[in-house]
């Protein structure tokens, strides 16, 4: 593994891309080899089986180690439990992460986040988008409901601290979203742009603090929300508020990892903002990784345009280096992928019983 040496590796390795096909193909072959991305996305037209999906997963990794800088890649997926769950049988089914708050069981969290990133580091992925860290406060809320764990700011940081040591047991990076809280809206960021009208001391009491504690216990990368703060920056949404993402999230609650953009292909994005200024607006705001899940023809456009930005002086070289910095932290001790395919099997045998015992605790 090297250092990347010329701006477009440096800027390729901020970039988290997703891709179509469930083989390894030429245009997914171009993104790692010519736009040095730094990490792909799955989605479900990615996927056909576990033996499939490891043997994709190690041809991209195989691609990547054979580039100029031979970095690894952040191989990710969206695999909550519940509705959330790109990847289906024989992966275990799980109920959604509210089943922990009504558990009110550190350990029974702790073993639901080992066995989810288990089976995920089988196949050789490293990064889940789990857990979410939003506090459902809104009932009203179209989003997130039962994928928040609880309503209660302390339960949730609480549960989340212990999903999140079963992942790191087994070896699978977790990322905490959607900073800094998706729980009070009203609109799914998806289709428009939410706003969130608390005051700045309710936000702190209870959207921050599961950011707060599970950052004090070394949480590695944070998702934003494509959110607006009104009480924090009444112009601008959570990814793209310098006043968030570097006072809030870096200066006051400590956070040192990686700070990483929800899809910027969703309609709170796309209505409002030129595509084109997205690399310019998401770094001088603090992101250090930013997201495209469906449009490759955009995610080498982004990459041209943040390489170009550097170039004219409008983005700092020096941001971009803090971010690879980042970055390149956390790949130092990313796991090889498995040389082995999956047992599917065994997840059944070790994990079917779990999935069965966290369902109980799903209100009737």
Same mark, same amino acid.
């Given at each position: 593994m090297n250092t990347p040496t010329v701006l477009p590796e440096w800027t390729g390795q901020m970039l988290m891309i997703?891709? =179509?096909?469930?083989? %390894?193909? &030429? =245009?997914?072959?171009? %993104?790692? &080899?010519?736009?040095?991305v730094g990490g792909l996305i799955l989605f479900s037209r990615n996927y056909e089986n576990p033996v499939q999906l490891h043997t994709l997963i190690r041809n991209l990794q195989e691609v990547a180690a054979s580039?100029?800088?031979g970095l690894p890649l952040f191989i990710s997926v969206d695999q909550e439990g519940g509705r959330v769950a790109r990847l289906t049988e024989p992966f275990t089914k799980y109920p959604p992460l509210c089943c922990l708050g009504h558990a009110q069981s550190e350990s029974?969290?702790?073993?639901?986040?080992?066995?989810?990133?288990?089976?995920l580091k089988d196949?050789?992925?490293?990064m889940d988008y789990a857990p979410v860290l939003d506090v459902h406060t809104n009932?009203?809320?179209?989003?997130?409901?039962d994928r928040a764990i609880a309503s209660d700011p302390q339960t949730v940081a609480r549960l989340a601290n212990a999903f999140i040591q079963g992942f790191r047991d087994a070896g699978v990076i977790p990322v905490g979203k959607h900073f800094p809280g998706h729980g009070d809206t009203q609109i799914d960021s998806h289709l428009d742009l939410p706003t969130v009208q608390r005051d700045a001391a309710t936000l702190e009491a209870v959207e921050l603090l599961p950011f707060k504690k599970t950052i004090a216990r070394g949480l590695e990368v944070i998702m934003?929300?494509?959110?607006?703060?009104?009480?924090?920056d009444e112009t601008n949404p959570a990814t793209f508020s310098k006043?968030?993402?570097?006072?809030?999230?870096?200066?006051?609650l400590g956070f040192e990892g990686i700070i990483m953009s929800d899809d910027l292909e969703m309609k709170a994005v796309d209505n409002y903002?030129?595509?084109?200024?997205?690399?310019?607006?998401?770094?001088?705001?603090?992101?250090?990784?930013?997201m495209i899940c469906n449009n490759t023809e955009k995610a080498r456009a982004l990459h041209d345009h943040l390489t170009q930005e550097v170039d004219k002086g409008t983005v700092a070289l020096a941001r971009v280096q803090q971010s690879v910095e980042r970055i390149l932290r956390l790949k130092q001790n990313l796991p090889s992928s498995p040389p082995n395919p999956p047992n599917p099997d065994r997840w059944q045998a070790s994990h079917g019983s779990l999935a069965q015992e966290l369902q109980t605790y799903l209100p009737t």
């Amino acid at each position: 593994m090297n250092t990347p040496t010329v701006l477009p590796e440096w800027t390729g390795q901020m970039l988290m891309i997703g891709f =179509e096909g469930t083989t %390894l193909n &030429r =245009e997914t072959e171009d %993104l790692i &080899r010519n736009h040095h991305v730094g990490g792909l996305i799955l989605f479900s037209r990615n996927y056909e089986n576990p033996v499939q999906l490891h043997t994709l997963i190690r041809n991209l990794q195989e691609v990547a180690a054979s580039t100029s800088t031979g970095l690894p890649l952040f191989i990710s997926v969206d695999q909550e439990g519940g509705r959330v769950a790109r990847l289906t049988e024989p992966f275990t089914k799980y109920p959604p992460l509210c089943c922990l708050g009504h558990a009110q069981s550190e350990s029974l969290a702790s073993r639901f986040g080992r066995a989810l990133a288990t089976e995920l580091k089988d196949v050789g992925i490293n990064m889940d988008y789990a857990p979410v860290l939003d506090v459902h406060t809104n009932p009203e809320n179209p989003i997130i409901g039962d994928r928040a764990i609880a309503s209660d700011p302390q339960t949730v940081a609480r549960l989340a601290n212990a999903f999140i040591q079963g992942f790191r047991d087994a070896g699978v990076i977790p990322v905490g979203k959607h900073f800094p809280g998706h729980g009070d809206t009203q609109i799914d960021s998806h289709l428009d742009l939410p706003t969130v009208q608390r005051d700045a001391a309710t936000l702190e009491a209870v959207e921050l603090l599961p950011f707060k504690k599970t950052i004090a216990r070394g949480l590695e990368v944070i998702m934003t929300a494509h959110v607006i703060y009104t009480a924090w920056d009444e112009t601008n949404p959570a990814t793209f508020s310098k006043t968030i993402l570097q006072n809030i999230l870096r200066q006051q609650l400590g956070f040192e990892g990686i700070i990483m953009s929800d899809d910027l292909e969703m309609k709170a994005v796309d209505n409002y903002y030129d595509f084109e200024a997205l690399p310019r607006l998401g770094i001088n705001a603090g992101l250090d990784m930013f997201m495209i899940c469906n449009n490759t023809e955009k995610a080498r456009a982004l990459h041209d345009h943040l390489t170009q930005e550097v170039d004219k002086g409008t983005v700092a070289l020096a941001r971009v280096q803090q971010s690879v910095e980042r970055i390149l932290r956390l790949k130092q001790n990313l796991p090889s992928s498995p040389p082995n395919p999956p047992n599917p099997d065994r997840w059944q045998a070790s994990h079917g019983s779990l999935a069965q015992e966290l369902q109980t605790y799903l209100p009737t």
